[in-house]
């Protein structure tokens, strides 16, 4: 019984084995022959499309091959094929196995068109000299085949129908740029009125810059010749400076009297001269004591003799007029951060003596810190600062305070008057001094109040950073100032009150 149960489940497994076996063999014999699809034959340039392989029989390999395409070959069944550029490109598909294969080539399955012209170009240089080459580099998509460029300065006119020309201009004047390109579907125009000058190689425009518009009693001020055309002379004239006179091109220039000058320059050729002059465009302030000084003409920086690096947190702009009309010559905060300064020597007060000064102009209705000395781990921290609006009766405050206690100056309309409220909308002068244990606080050249701390001077500094703007505390940064700050100076000496009414004059 035993023998016959074994033969029997032998039989199974042997029909079992015939039966695939055949299978196989039915499949294998099913003939290969190539064949492939796509959604679309017909594309723009750039378009992707999926080729798909439909081939009869078992093919185990696939080869294909697509002139024009990138990829230009593909292994896979089912390839993805980008088309770049237009025209009519052939397919072929080539499929095996171990016993054989098939080739389908289709002429012409692929028709790839060009898209519609954008024109577009730039320019290497706006103003130039006569006889300067300029590059129009062209920026058109689309595809265009053709190009025509036009250079146009009332009956002066050049053309070009190269893509990117190099115009070399031999007539000064302004310049009207139209680019017109085209392909076979399409055309399209840019204008670019006006805006190309080429300068008269005898003409010249005074013009200068400076590395700052600000310094202090013994700095310098480098200035940058920044004239256009040609000038091959230069007659610098410096109001208050050590050297009232200069001939260089980029002169450096010491200044050693307080005060607001004015600076000149005339640029000229053998042919031609032009002059700038600046009214008020450099201001001096005393150096005596100053450690560190913040103009904001357009920038953070540090012109005072620290140079100290500064990292501007939030949105600062340079965009409004400062209290004497000068553009880009005053921070604008909107209440979303202020500046921050490392830690450093030049802020820290201990228990010394200090005047910071600041001009600021808000009508915000929310409490702001104007400037911040250390206080990073919140009340009772050795820390000093200006606020504005710190409840709904002290207008303006100055505090200076540690693990001791704090001694504050609060400002209210009850012990002030009017001169407690600095968010009006007008700029205001206000400055902080400690001498000893006593703190005043000045606005607008005229001491308001001050206090004397009954446990002599607090130590008002550690390892923390100066901020202005905004007030650091154990939880992060908070009490943001809205508003105009400018020329925050610091001294680290007490200034008198006939130094601080000459401070706010300048």
């Known amino acids: 019984m035993k023998r016959f149960a074994f033969h029997y489940r032998l039989f199974i497994l042997i029909a079992v084995?015939?039966?695939?076996?055949?299978?196989k063999k039915d499949n294998d014999a099913i003939p290969l022959r190539a064949d492939f699809k796509t959604e679309t034959q017909e594309l723009l340039a750039g378009d992707v499309v999926r080729f798909e392989d439909i081939s009869q029989g078992q093919p185990a390999t696939w080869n294909w091959e697509f002139p024009g395409g990138d990829p230009a070959t593909s292994d896979l069944s089912g390839p993805e094929v980008r088309y770049n550029e237009p025209g009519t490109y052939a397919v072929?598909?080539?499929?095996g196995n171990k016993h054989t294969t098939s080739t389908e080539t289709r002429q012409g399955f692929i028709k790839v068109g060009y898209r519609q012209v954008e024109a577009a170009f730039t320019i290497s240089a706006t103003a130039v000299n006569q006889n300067e080459p300029v590059t129009f580099t062209d920026n058109s998509t689309g595809m265009p085949t053709a190009w025509a460029w036009e250079f146009k300065s009332g009956a002066t006119v050049l053309t070009s129908t190269e893509k990117s020309p190099v115009i070399t201009f031999t007539e000064p004047g302004v310049y009207t740029v139209t680019l017109k390109v085209s392909n076979p579907v399409g055309e399209d125009t840019e204008v670019k009125t006006g805006v190309l000058t080429i300068v008269d190689l005898t003409s010249v425009e005074a013009a200068f810059t400076s590395d700052f518009r600000s310094?202090?009693?013994?700095?310098?001020?480098?200035?940058s010749d920044a004239s256009?055309?040609?000038?091959?002379?230069?007659?610098?004239?410096?109001?208050?400076?050590d050297a009232t006179t200069s001939t260089e091109q980029n002169p450096s220039v010491k200044y050693s009297a307080a005060g607001r000058y004015k600076?000149?320059?005339v640029a000229s050729n053998d042919v031609r001269s032009s002059a700038v002059e600046k009214t008020g465009y450099i201001l001096v302030v005393p150096g005596n004591g100053l450690t560190a000084f913040y103009p904001m003409d357009g920038s953070v920086n540090d012109a005072g003799p620290s140079k100290l690096p500064s990292d501007a947190r939030g949105t600062i702009a340079f965009t409004q007029p400062d209290r004497l009309g000068a553009e880009a010559a005053a921070a604008l905060l909107n209440g979303s951060g202020g500046i921050y300064v490392e830690d450093d020597n030049a802020m820290n007060f201990g228990v010394g003596d200090y005047t910071v000064s600041v001009w600021y102009k808000t009508n915000t209705t929310q409490r702001g810190m104007v400037w911040q000395e250390s206080g990073a781990l919140g009340s009772g921290d050795s820390q000093t600062w200006l606020r504005i609006l710190g409840s709904g009766t002290n207008l303006t405050s100055f505090s200076t305070e540690d693990n001791t206690g704090g001694s504050t100056i609060n400002l209210?309309?009850?012990?002030?008057?009017?001169?407690?409220?600095?968010?009006d909308g007008v700029w205001h002068h206000v400055v902080c001094v400690r001498s000893g244990a006593v703190t005043a606080l000045y606005i607008d050249g005229v001491k308001i109040r001050e206090a004397t701390s009954a446990t002599g001077p607090k130590t008002t500094s550690n390892n923390a950073g100066f901020k202005i703007g905004m007030q650091e505390t154990a939880t992060g940064f908070s009490n943001p100032f809205n508003g105009q700050i400018d020329d925050l100076i610091i001294y680290k000496r007490a200034l008198s009150a006939a130094e601080i009414t000459a401070l706010k004059d300048l």
Do not use: K
Not at 17 to 23: L, V
Not at 228 to 241: K, N, P, Q, S, V
Not at 412 to 423: K, S
């Open 17 to 23: 084995f015939g039966f695939f076996s055949a299978c």
């Open 92 to 95: 072929t598909l080539t499929i």
């Open 215 to 223: 310094t202090y009693t013994g700095g310098t001020i480098q200035f």
């Open 228 to 241: 256009i055309g040609t000038a091959t002379a230069w007659a610098w004239t410096f109001e208050g400076a």
């Open 263 to 265: 600076v000149t320059l």
């Open 412 to 423: 209210t309309t009850a012990n002030a008057g009017a001169a407690a409220t600095t968010n």
